[in-house]
C-alpha cells in the first residue's frame, strides 16, 4: 500500500525513551490510536495512513497500552518489546509510537482524553478504532464520553462492518454520524461527530500474528 501524505510535517525533539510523551503544537490535528500492539501489524499502518489522508491530519499516536482490561494478561509481550516492534513497523511513516497511558498512568480511554486535552490544549484529537472495537465499545469504562470528548473515525475490518451498522453506539449516535466525503475536517469538528469507512478490510490482526509465531509459520 502507498504511502498517504499527511496534511503537513513538523520536525521537532523526540520525547525520551522512559515518557514517550509526545510534543505538539496548538492548531495540529493528530489521530489517536490505542491497543495492545501485541504486536503491531500492517492493519495498523494501514488505520493510520489512511486516517492521515482522509482525515487531513498531521500525525498519527500510537497509544501501547500497559495492559487492554478487556484483553486476558495471559500471551502479553512485555511494553518494551510491543514498543520496539511498533517502532519497527512504524519507521517512515508520520507515526509516533508512544506508552503515554502508561507515563498518565491512565488505564482507560475516556480518563487518557481528558488527560490528553488538558496536556495539550489546542490541539486537535480524533479518536481512529476499527470496526470491531466500535462494536464492543458499550462495554467499556465512560465509553460515551469517548464520543463527546473527540470526534470519532472508525474503519472497516473483516466481517465487522454490517455489524457495525447496528451496534449500541452506532444508533445512540446516528444523529452525529457524517459522511465519508466530508471527513477531512473532523478533527476541527466538535465533537460528538464520528464517521465510518466501509472499505477497505485488512485481514491481519495481532491475534493472527501470535498464532503463526507460536505455530512456528513465518
Not at 9 to 25: G, K
Request: one cysteine or more.
Amino acid at each position: 500500500m502507498r504511502h498517504l501524505t499527511p496534511r503537513r510535517r513538523h520536525i521537532r525533539s523526540a520525547p525520551t525513551q522512559a515518557s514517550r510523551r509526545p510534543i505538539a503544537e496548538r492548531g495540529q490535528r493528530i489521530g489517536l490510536l490505542g491497543g495492545s500492539f501485541n504486536p503491531a501489524h500492517d492493519g495498523h499502518v494501514e488505520i493510520s495512513q489512511l486516517a492521515l489522508g482522509l482525515l487531513d491530519l498531521d500525525e498519527v499516536w500510537w497509544l501501547v497500552a500497559p495492559q487492554n482490561p478487556l484483553k486476558p494478561e495471559a500471551g502479553m509481550a512485555g511494553m518494551a518489546e510491543r514498543l520496539a516492534a511498533a517502532d519497527k513497523i512504524a519507521a517512515g511513516t508520520p507515526i509516533k509510537v508512544t506508552c503515554i497511558e502508561a507515563d498518565l498512568d491512565t488505564r482507560y480511554t475516556a480518563d487518557t482524553l481528558e488527560r490528553l486535552k488538558s496536556l495539550y490544549p489546542g490541539v486537535h484529537f480524533v479518536w481512529l478504532m476499527g470496526a470491531d472495537n466500535l462494536v464492543q465499545i458499550h462495554h467499556w469504562v465512560r465509553w460515551s464520553s469517548i464520543f463527546h470528548a473527540v470526534p470519532v473515525a472508525i474503519f472497516a475490518r473483516p466481517t465487522y462492518s454490517l455489524r457495525a451498522e447496528k451496534a449500541k453506539a452506532a444508533r445512540r449516535f446516528a444523529r452525529y454520524r457524517i459522511k465519508p466525503l466530508r471527513a477531512a475536517g473532523l478533527a476541527t469538528k466538535r465533537p460528538p461527530v464520528w464517521v465510518l469507512f466501509k472499505k477497505p478490510h485488512n485481514p491481519m490482526s495481532a491475534t493472527k500474528l501470535r498464532r503463526r509465531k507460536a505455530s512456528g509459520d513465518t
